[in-house]
C-alpha cells in the first residue's frame, strides 16, 4: 500500500467507530478540534503548497497548452492527430491512475521522481489536456479583418496586438481559464495519494496522529472552500476591472 | 512477491463492474437531488434560489476526495457506521446532485420566456408546464453536458478508492502490491476507464456539434 493513504486501517474495512458505542440516530460525539488548531502551523505549510503546487503546474502547463494549441490550428496532420488523441486519453481517464502511472509506473521503466515532482508532472499532464482546447478557442477568436481595419486605421504593430489580438483572446479565454485554474487547485488533493506534501497529505498526517478524523478533513474542507471563494472574488474582481467588454450595438 | 497471471488481469478488468455499478447509483442519486437542486435553483422564492446556490458552490469549490471523507466520517457522529461502499455512494450523489442541478438549470433557463408565458397563457399549473412544455425542450439542451458530467462522475468514483472501496483502482493496487508490476497494472487500468468513457464522450460531443448545427 502506498504510503500516504491517510484512513486509518480501521476504515477500510468499514469497522471506524468515532468514541464510545452509542445509539443510532442521537448526536452525541464530543467534537474536539483543540488537536487540529494546534497543528496550525503544519496546515499553514501544506496551504502554502497547495497553492505553489497549483500555480507551478499552471504556469508550466498554460505554456504546453499554447505550444499544443499552435500544434493543433498550424501543425501536420500527424502532429493534429496525436495532439487529439493525447486529450481524449487524459480527458477519459481519472486523474488518480495517471499519478499512479507516473509516480508508480515510470520508475519500472528507470525514471525515478520523488512525490512532489511526479504530483507536478501529472497535474501538468492532466492540465495540459484542457488547456490546448481552452488557448485554441482564444486563438479562434481573433479576427482577421479585425486585424486589416486596424492597419487601415493607422495602428502601430504593437497596438494591434494589444488591442485586436490580446485583449480579445483573453477575454474569450478569461472565465474558462479561470476556473480551470480552480479545478486544477481541488485536483491537488488527489497527489496526498502518493503522499506529496499538501494540504490534503497534512489532513492525511494530522488524522492518523490524533484520530480527529472527522474534525481535521472538516477544518481542511473548510480551507479548500476559502481558497475557491478567494480566487472566485479575485478573478471576478480582475474581470470586472481589467476586461470589461465595449458594449455592444 | 509473485508473478502476474492472467487470472490477476481478469479480477482487475471484473472489478469494473464495482466502479459501473457506483457510477450507475451515484448517477441515479444524482439525478434525483440534481432535478430538485435545479428547480430550488429556478425556485420564484429567494431563500430556495439562494440555499441552492450555496450547496452548489459549496460541492464546487471543495474536492471530490474532500467531499468522500466527509460523507465517510459525518454519519459517524450520529452514530452511523458506514461502510466505504455507503459513503462512497453518499458522497458521489450529493457531488452529482450539485453538479447536474448547476446544469440542468442552464437547460431550463434557456428554454425561451416565451414558452413559459405561452404555457401559463394556457392555464397550465406548475408541475404540467414543467413536465408537458418546459421539460422536452430543456432535456434535449441538457443531454450533451450530463454526458460529458457522467464521464467526471465514473473517473470521479476512482476516488472511493481512497476511502477503500474495492473497484477498478483499488483492485489495481490489490494486485500490484502482490505483484509489483505497477506499470503494465495501471496502464491496463488507464485503459479500462478509457474504454468505457471514451464512446461517452464522443456520443456527448457529437450531440453538442447537432445542436449546434440545429441552433444555427
Known sequence: MPDGWHVSEKAHDGRFRLGRPRQAGRMNYEFDFADVFAAWPELLQGLVNTLVLSALAMAIGMVLSIAGALGKTSGPKWLRWIIDEYIELIRNTP????????????????????????????????????????????????????????????????????????????QAIYPSLTSQFILLMLNTSVCS??????????????????????????????????LS??????????????LRKAPSR | MR????????????????????SLVAF????????????ARTSEFKWLRLAATGYIKL????????????????PGLFGWS??????????????????????WRGSIEVVPRGQWEAATALGLRFWPKMA????????????????????????????????????????????????FRPFTIFALVALVYYVICRPLSAYSKRMEQKLLVAAR
Request: charged share 10%; proline share 3%; hydrophobic share 60%.
Open chain 1, 95 to 170: 486523474f488518480l491512475i495517471q499519478i499512479f502511472v507516473i509516480y508508480f509506473g515510470l520508475p519500472a521503466t528507470g525514471l525515478r521522481m520523488s512525490s512532489d515532482a511526479a504530483a507536478l508532472l501529472a497535474l501538468v499532464v492532466n492540465v495540459v489536456a484542457y488547456g490546448i482546447e481552452i488557448i485554441r478557442a482564444g486563438i479562434e477568436s481573433i479576427q482577421k479583418g479585425q486585424i486589416e481595419a486596424g492597419k487601415a486605421l493607422g495602428l502601430r504593430p504593437l497596438q494591434i496586438f494589444r488591442l485586436i489580438i490580446l485583449k480579445p483572446a483573453i
Open chain 1, 193 to 226: 495519494a502518493i503522499a506529496a506534501s499538501e494540504l490534503t497529505a497534512v489532513a492525511g498526517d494530522i488524522q492518523s496522529r490524533t484520530f480527529r478524523s472527522f474534525e481535521v478533513y472538516f477544518v481542511v474542507t473548510c480551507m479548500y472552500l476559502a
Open chain 1, 229 to 242: 471563494v478567494f480566487f472566485w472574488t479575485v478573478f471576478a474582481a480582475i474581470e470586472r476591472t481589467f
Open chain 2, 3 to 22: 508473478a502476474l497471471g492472467s487470472s490477476d488481469l481478469l479480477f482487475i478488468i471484473m472489478a469494473a463492474r464495482w466502479t459501473l455499478l457506483l
Open chain 2, 28 to 39: 441515479i442519486g444524482g439525478s434525483i437531488g440534481g432535478v430538485l437542486v435545479a428547480l
Open chain 2, 59 to 74: 460541492f464546487q469549490g471543495t474536492p471530490l476526495l474532500m467531499q468522500l471523507f466527509l460523507a465517510f466520517f459525518v
Open chain 2, 82 to 103: 458506514v461502510d466505504p461502499w455507503t459513503a462512497a455512494a453518499l458522497g458521489l450523489s450529493l457531488h452529482a446532485s450539485a453538479f447536474l442541478g448547476e446544469i
Open chain 2, 132 to 179: 408537458l412544455v418546459i421539460a422536452p425542450q430543456a432535456i434535449k439542451l441538457a443531454i450533451p453536458p450530463t454526458i460529458g458530467f457522467l464521464v467526471q462522475l465514473i473517473k470521479g468514483t476512482s476516488l472511493a478508492s481512497i476511502i477503500g472501496f474495492v473497484e477498478l483502482t483499488r483492485a489495481a493496487q490489490v494486485i500490484n502490491n502482490a505483484t
